[in-house]
């Protein structure tokens, strides 16, 4: 996992896209109870939102940017208080590498759903493309704490941790990845990171348990 480029990252939080997709499909969908920000399930307006998020995400999946811009930039129109639009546009730029324009539109989403962790997943690989590596931190910890089965965000603040150095980075790392390997202990990759960070700490049983896992694979 080590030297990850930005758009490996991107590609590795895709998972997390869809979930924050999901859970902006699930909002609009409850619409119809009482809510004044969102349009009315059967309207013309929650058809047309329905039709642009799902066109402009798979437009988004498939590298189509004209038209996942124009249909996201829709959904945003039509309902800006849907968070899920305002993080799957946000994505979109930070793709195209437009990290202001990701940035406002990731903040919009945070604004609307504080407590997502996906999109302070979301917001870490925007920072660490800007190379501010304590942000990262600071919004991959938010991911984590407000979730702590998002492993994709454990995994990319070991990574963050290590990268950043100091004193304790290595253990931090080491201590994070076995967190993960608490409630995945079948992880391969996690055990492989193990064994990097074990050996690079001199931490010998460490070292040994994790080969004998990966070995016994």
Known sequence: MSGE????????????????????????ALSGCGSEKLPLRGSKTYDEVVSAFYVG????????????????????????????????????????????????RFERARSLAPQNDHIYDLIGVLESARGRSGEAIAAWRKATEGNPGNYRAAYQLAEEVERQGGPNADAEFAGLIQKILVAQPENEAAWLELARVSAKRGDGATLRSAVEKVSAR
């Open 57 to 104: 995400l798979a437009a988004l999946q498939v590298g189509d940017d004209v038209h996942a811009d124009a249909k996201l930039a829709q959904v945003t129109q039509l309902v800006p208080a849907e968070p899920a639009g305002w993080a799957n546009w946000g994505v979109l730029a930070l793709r195209q590498r437009n990290l202001d324009a990701a940035g406002q």
């Open 5 to 28: 480029t930005v758009e490996s990252r991107l590609t590795r939080s895709l998972h997390c896209l869809l979930c924050v997709a999901l859970v902006g499909a699930l909002a609009t």
